[in-house]
């Protein structure tokens, strides 16, 4: 009769078994949360983030807010038309500009912009800005997320690659318009 | 025929299931949850398998790809026979399966089967109706149109508000740094592998409780669940008063499940399927999201909470009702299980039933959205412009040119967003309008700048003449008191 203090050989091997199973499975754990995670870890590095180009700044009359296209620096084969995207350019004049994103601050809607009564309007649940980016009203908490921008060359271009959200996207959140609400 | 008998004799020597089938068929239930009350939950049962059986047909022709996914559609709902009915059967049973569900567990929950010794089927039949709806928004998403690629962006948008955390979240829910082809890939991993191997497994344990601990009998008022007795007590219930489950209650389920199954069809045949809606073309902007029907409730209420509310109760909300949902059977494990013995409960579903009711009905309409195009398209009513002075008129144009019309109607067309304005000039006097005009205020942008004087003056004079004919418009008091009086003290003192 074996004593409980003593092991038997086979009771010995399964629990090895039991070990070597679980070491092999923390090594493989490894890679696969690693891959599960790398949008992740590649966004903290904010390698997602780089200038480009909207176009010559001639495009852009002085005093007039228009749509400018992008390719997102960050590119899949397979993703089609959504790497495409949509800003607001405002040329305030000479070289001062706005760049909005078309997404609402609130939950992320495509805004329009009205030239003649100078608002920016959400479709969705009713957000408004004024035609510097800054809240009118309705449900945002406040004004429209602008990109970084540059002209170079008389070129502009504008630092993006992440989908602006409230919450995220450091380099968008850095210039915060006056908040009314 | 006696070789097919032999034929299963054969296989069954080997498989051996045939005694555990006939035990499962016959076990005894009590005589009275024989009744039309007992069928939802097997109604869901079949939904689930006729949306595994055309999931699995869409997936022979759908591409998982954001360059394909739409096109693959439009080829099914057009170049592929019938490829328009499977989709239509996919997403009708969709919307039936959630409605199923929700019937299934408002009647578990007043016929009280969720307390001893039954909380973890309830439990686990919680975590079913999440997996549902999370099998409805992923579905949604494979749609993969303006709608699905908007609506991840509203997903986005909420994610990203969780603390600390929230940038990562959405990273990881998109797949990359916005929506693209890695965010249709994951979601179809979720809705075609991970969720509906979860639903599986959780449907199998949710059955296989049923069958242990036997189908909840029928609530009687004044039968009080108590731990120490019920198990006793339920068992003398089926032995007295037990019939087999097959044929005795089987075929209610029975009817009720082609019923349902005939209901999918005939919607499928009648509405036909769902979208897609334009191409996932996020540079075209001319687009008003809307979610699908369960969702429309979450819409509403996300335009209808003041602002500072907002992030709480998105993060919060859910959190709590789970918690509920998950506490419930804890809370109130035993005691009275008819519902109507338990006035709180039935009006705590009444309660939710009109919140939600009300909240997708008003979503229907959506009265917080602005009209983009009322401003061009909706014309000022002919009997607002008969006889106006040019002033007044111009006033109109401003009106109409400066989008007034997308957020306020007039004669019942334009937008919800603010008052109508039919009759503004009874409700505020000429300052008021100047006033609200330049400086906006409640949910309304100022103007001040974008209006010069002379439109606000012409705009002012055009809302003044928006009166009842037989209603004067509202005037301030003290202004013509203030006029009496100047116009008094010029007067010459009478003798």
């Known amino acids: 009769m074996p004593n409980e203090n003593t092991i038997s050989r086979r009771g010995l091997f399964m629990k090895l078994g039991i070990l070597f199973n679980g070491l092999v499975a923390t090594a493989l754990a490894v890679p696969i949360v690693r891959f599960l995670l790398s949008s992740v870890t590649r966004g903290n590095a904010n390698a997602y983030l780089s200038w480009v180009p909207l176009g010559p700044v001639g495009e852009f009359p002085e005093g007039e807010t228009r749509l400018a296209t992008f390719r997102n620096p960050y590119v899949m084969p397979t993703d089609g038309k959504t790497v495409d995207t949509a800003c607001w350019v405002r040329r305030i004049d000479g070289e001062q500009f706005q760049v909005f994103a078309v997404n609402c601050a609130h939950l992320g809607c495509p805004v329009r912009w009205f030239p003649q009564s100078g608002l920016f309007m959400c479709p969705c649940h009713g957000g408004a800005y004024y035609r510097d980016g800054s809240r009118a009203s309705g449900p945002p908490e406040r004004g429209l997320f602008e990109y970084p921008h540059k002209v170079q060359s008389g070129l502009i271009s504008i630092q993006a690659g992440e989908l602006p959200t409230p919450g995220g996207s450091a380099a968008l959140l850095g210039k915060r318009p006056p908040c009314a609400g | 025929m006696r070789w097919l008998i032999q034929l299963g004799e054969w296989f069954d020597r080997r498989l051996q299931i045939a005694a555990p089938i006939r035990e499962v068929a016959e076990h005894p239930v009590p005589r009275n949850t024989a009744s039309w009350w007992y069928v939802f939950g097997s109604a869901a049962l079949v939904v689930f398998v006729l949306q595994l059986v055309t999931g699995i047909l869409l997936a022979l022709i759908y591409v998982p790809s954001a360059n394909e996914a739409w096109s693959s559609l439009q080829a099914l709902n057009h170049d592929v026979t019938l490829g328009w009915f499977i989709r239509a059967l996919h997403g009708w049973g969709s919307n039936f399966m959630v409605a199923i569900v929700l019937i299934h567990m408002v009647q578990v929950f007043l016929f009280g089967a969720y307390k001893f010794p039954r909380e973890l089927t309830w439990i686990v039949g919680v975590f079913l109706l999440l997996m549902t709806l999370g099998m409805a928004f992923s579905g949604q998403v494979l749609r993969f149109d303006q709608d699905a690629y908007w609506g991840l962006g509203i997903g986005a948008s909420i994610a990203s508000r969780v603390p600390i955390i929230g940038p990562a979240i959405v990273k990881l829910m998109l797949g990359g740094p916005i929506i693209a082809g890695a965010t249709l890939s994951r979601f179809f991993a979720l809705h075609v592998f991970v969720i509906p191997g979860m639903l599986i497994g959780f449907v199998c344990l949710h059955l296989l409780m049923v069958l242990k601990l036997g189908i909840n009998e029928w609530p009687m008022p004044g039968r009080i669940v108590k731990r120490a007795t019920y198990a006793s007590e339920y068992h003398e219930l089926t032995k007295q008063d037990g019939a087999p489950f097959v044929p005795y209650a089987i075929w209610k389920d029975l009817f009720f499940a082609a019923f349902v199954l005939l209901a999918v069809a005939a919607c499928a045949i009648y509405f036909g399927p769902f979208g897609p809606t334009g191409q996932p073309d996020p540079t075209i902007i001319q687009t008003a999201p809307k979610p699908d029907y369960f969702f429309l409730w979450l819409y509403a209420v996300l335009s209808l909470l003041p602002p500072s509310l907002e992030t709480p109760a998105l993060l919060i909300g859910p959190v709590l009702v789970i918690i509920a949902l998950l506490l419930l059977p804890f809370l109130s494990g035993e ?47 002919d009997r607002y412009l008969h006889g106006t002075t040019a002033l007044e008129r111009q006033g109109a144009l401003i009106f109409q040119v400066k989008q007034c019309r997308n957020c306020h109607a007039l004669g019942e067309a334009g937008g919800q967003r603010g008052p109508s304005l039919d009759s503004v000039a009874v409700r505020l006097t000429q300052d008021q309008l100047i006033r609200q005009v330049i400086q906006g205020g409640g949910n309304m942008p100022a103007y001040g700048k974008n209006l010069s004087p002379a439109e606000t003056t012409a705009l002012v004079a055009f809302l003044e003449t928006l009166h009842p004919a037989r209603q004067a418009p509202a005037r301030d008091a003290s202004r013509d008191a203030a006029l009496a009086e100047s116009q008094g003290r010029r007067a010459p003192a009478q003798p």
């Not at chain 2, 519902?339 to 959506?366: C, D, E, K, N, Y």
């Open chain 2, 335 to 381: 005691g009275e299980k008819s519902w109507r013995r338990r006035p709180i409960a039935v009006l705590t579903v009444l309660l939710l039933a009109i919140m939600l009711g009300t909240f997708t009905r008003l979503a229907q309409s959506a009265p917080w959205s602005p009209h983009m195009n009322a401003w061009s398209g909706a014309p000022v009513p």
